[in-house]
């Protein structure tokens, strides 16, 4: 079963829509539709990539890491996004905590209503 806050795994594709490499990805929402559709985001162990104010680091030293289930130090990328069907994810590693996951919903929110 899939929910939100979730850290699933699956090939998330490139920008130019090719194939990507095996990645974490946090689950966001379950798209209103009749198909099993879900905005998730990518995670990537990359921490040169994180935009202040709008992406998240989620630390070895942080209370939700180990719940995680990543290997090491990730940046959560909110701005960059995908809709997939449930059936492509290869399992789940772990979830992030609420009010991690709160607070990045509202980074998303607020970046897009800018």
């Known amino acids: 079963m899939v929910q939100e806050g979730q850290i699933v795994l699956f090939p998330f594709p490139n920008t130019d829509q090719t194939r990507g490499k095996l990645r974490p990805a946090l689950v ?3 798209c209103p539709s009749q198909y099993d559709d879900w905005l998730i985001c990518m995670i990537s ?11 998240e680091i989620i630390a070895e030293s942080d ?4 719940a995680s289930g990543l290997r090491q130090a990730s ?3 909110v701005t960059r996004l995908a ?3 449930r059936s492509i994810f290869l ?9 991690r ?3 990045i919903k509202q980074k998303l929110a607020t970046w897009i209503l800018a």
Do not use: W, Y
């Not at 399992?91 to 009010?99: D, F, I, L, P």
């Open 28 to 30: 966001l929402r379950q």
């Open 45 to 55: 162990s990359r921490l040169a990539q994180c935009i202040a104010n709008l992406n």
């Open 63 to 66: 209370s939700d890491f180990n």
């Open 75 to 77: 940046v959560i990328r």
């Open 83 to 85: 809709v997939v069907n």
């Open 91 to 99: 399992g789940s590693t772990g979830e992030v905590s609420g009010n």
């Open 101 to 103: 996951f709160s607070r």
